[in-house]
């Protein structure tokens, strides 16, 4: 799916994605990364599976007020322990599958929130 942000000045933008990839500024992902409007890397986790908090940990130290975990092409749960170093800094998640993701993330960089997309495909 296409999506459309009419103006804004962030740097990452997610323009498309599909089951197993993600377009951001024109160039297609095929693998788990990190985005923010400021910020983009690969996110060094191989599955949903094998989630663990140093994952989290990673994406805490970069701030974000919120965090959008893609669990890729169904919506599925990690364990709540994962989210503790999250909680201690007090930031928020919202678990959805990485389609849903994508598409909350646009909204929300279009708004000027502080967001983390951590998005997984496996």
């Not at 024109?26 to 986790?45: F, G």
């Not at 503790?84 to 849903?100: F, H, N, R, Y």
Request: charged share 20%; aromatic share 10%.
């Amino acid at each position: 799916m296409k999506l459309h942000l009419t103006s804004s000045n962030v740097t990452y933008q997610i323009n498309a994605y599909d089951q197993s990839s993600v377009t951001i500024n024109e160039q297609v992902y095929a693998y788990s990364l990190i985005v923010m409007p400021e910020y983009l890397t690969k996110w060094d986790i191989e599955s949903f599976d094998k989630l663990m908090p140093v994952h989290f940990e990673s994406v805490c130290a970069l701030s974000p007020d919120l965090i959008l975990l893609g669990t890729g092409k169904t919506l599925r749960f990690p364990k709540p322990e994962l989210f503790s170093t999250l909680l201690k800094q007090g930031i928020g998640i919202e678990v959805m599958d990485t389609p849903a993701a994508c598409r909350t993330y646009t909204i929300l960089v279009a708004e000027g929130r502080a967001v983390a997309a951590a998005l997984v495909f496996d």
